[in-house]
């Protein structure tokens, strides 16, 4: 605990006690590259595992950053994370004491959540549940752009959302006695809360509407046809349309683009290719006024605070890829 007898701080002189946007940023980076290499450290030991946990993979590196920013920055690390004691910076209460840990334990997940399911591969099932999008997206861009916005503009406290959530400062370590410093502004409260309701507005309108366009549920039909074989843990489909130039003539291209996410480094990446690509040919048969389908296999891990991914493409027109998969069957009868 911290000595409250001793001179509290000025509140004119509150600038002077929190601590900087540009320190606190320095801090994170150094305690990122301590979380990325740990986790550098567990993909070269455990890959094949990581592989298999697919998307699931991001919650280890959630559970990793909860622990490390909990621990270090509650009572028992003195409120300081490797990163803050590099920068004489800790995380302290209105009294200017350590927190206990259940508390850091949530300031740390009410940070990193959002972080961690944005870009997160999911199941299909899961994609294709309205109700489960919907929430997904409130998290990752409420949350996010809550964090970033508090952070950002909130310059008299420097209180984002996590430390809202459980009334924690960032202070210089040479701060002495209890904090006097000035409540954070209530409009910052209130465009925060306004951007959220917005937010939940725009997805819970979007998402319906989306998901009921035509192209977007055949796309949808054709993921679901491809994970529920078994092929794939995770599919993204796409349309690419560009405009190539060859021998100074223009000529307009549409490209159907497959990208198949396994668990585990596949056996034969070109096999799995074409088994795919067999199924865009079965169950889209609109590929056929399409240019060229690309199927992508991509395998790899992703635990947040890191990842490796590897990925084979093969490039074919609908009909050559026709071709080759008439010729792979007469192969294997004979």
């Known amino acids: 605990m911290i000595n409250d007898e001793i001179v509290p701080a000025q509140v004119n002189a509150h600038e002077h006690v929190i601590a900087g946007f540009w320190t606190r940023i320095l801090a994170l980076f150094v305690d990122g590259l301590i979380l990325g290499a740990f986790g550098l450290l567990l993909g070269f030991f ?11 993979g991001r919650f280890i590196g959630l559970l990793t950053a909860v622990l490390y920013f909990g621990l270090l920055n509650s009572s028992i690390g003195n409120g300081q994370t490797l990163g803050k004691r590099a920068c004489k910076i800790r995380v302290v209460n209105r009294d200017n004491e350590w927190i206990p840990l259940d508390l850091s334990f949530a300031r740390a997940f009410v ?35 809550a964090i970033v916005y508090l952070y950002v503009f909130n310059r008299k406290t420097r209180q984002s959302l996590h430390d809202l959530a459980v009334g924690t400062y960032v202070v210089r370590a040479s701060t002495t006695g209890r904090l006097e410093i000035p409540r954070i502004w209530k409009g910052h409260l209130v465009i925060t809360g306004a951007y959220c309701a917005l937010v939940i507005i725009v997805i819970t309108v979007l998402v319906p509407i989306i998901s009921k366009n035509s192209v977007f549920s055949q796309f949808v039909s054709l993921q679901n046809s491809i994970t529920s074989s078994g092929k794939a ?24 683009v497959v990208t198949a996410f396994t668990k585990g480094k596949p056996v034969s990446p070109q096999n799995l290719a074409s088994e795919i690509a067999a199924i865009v040919l079965k169950d889209c048969p609109e590929v056929f006024s399409k240019d060229r389908l690309i199927i992508r296999i991509t395998y790899g891990y992703d635990i947040g605070i890191a990842s490796f991914s590897k990925s084979y493409a093969d490039s074919k027109t609908p ?3 026709t071709e080759v998969l008439k010729t792979s069957s007469k192969e294997a009868a004979i």
Do not use: C
């Open 319 to 321: 009909n050559e890829w």
């Open 111 to 145: 940070l990193w959540l959002p972080f961690t399911l944005n870009g997160m591969m999911l199941p299909q099932g899961v994609v294709g549940v309205p109700f489960l999008s919907v929430l997904l997206g409130i998290l990752v861009f409420g949350g996010m752009g």
């Open 46 to 56: 455990f890959s094949d595992t990581l592989m298999r946990m697919a998307g699931l």
């Open 233 to 256: 843990y995770s599919v993204s489909v796409m349309e690419n349309n560009f405009t190539s130039i060859v021998g100074g003539n223009k000529r307009a291209e549409n490209h159907l």
